[in-house]
């Protein structure tokens, strides 16, 4: 299966459960679904390359060419629950 969406390219990857996280050159974050294989979010911020991620508890944190690191609370798109 090919998970295509992102305009640039990919630089990091992180399996969260059932959802895969992808940082990428064209600035986003890309929540994918591995069950339907599609793309549930698309996470904005920062303002250049996301150069690698980190899951701790409830929260993703990404870091970024932009010399920033965000963080990011999985739990309101319902992926917590599903990490188990």
């Known amino acids: 299966?090919?998970?295509?969406g992102h305009?640039?390219?990919v630089r990091c990857a992180l399996c969260v459960g059932l959802h895969l996280w992808t940082?990428?050159?064209?600035?986003?974050?890309k929540v994918w679904d591995l069950v339907t294989?599609?793309?549930s979010e698309t996470l904005t911020g920062h303002t250049d390359s996301?150069?690698?991620m980190a899951?701790?508890?409830?929260?993703?944190?990404t870091?970024?060419?932009?010399k920033t690191i965000r963080i990011w609370d999985v739990a309101p798109m319902d992926l917590?629950?599903?990490s188990s």
């Open 80 to 82: 917590a629950t599903q």
């Open 37 to 39: 294989g599609t793309c």
């Open 50 to 52: 996301i150069t690698s």
């Open 1 to 4: 299966r090919m998970l295509a």
């Open 23 to 29: 940082g990428s050159d064209d600035f986003t974050v």
């Open 7 to 9: 305009s640039n390219g």
């Open 63 to 66: 870091t970024s060419a932009d």
């Open 55 to 61: 899951a701790t508890g409830k929260h993703i944190w």
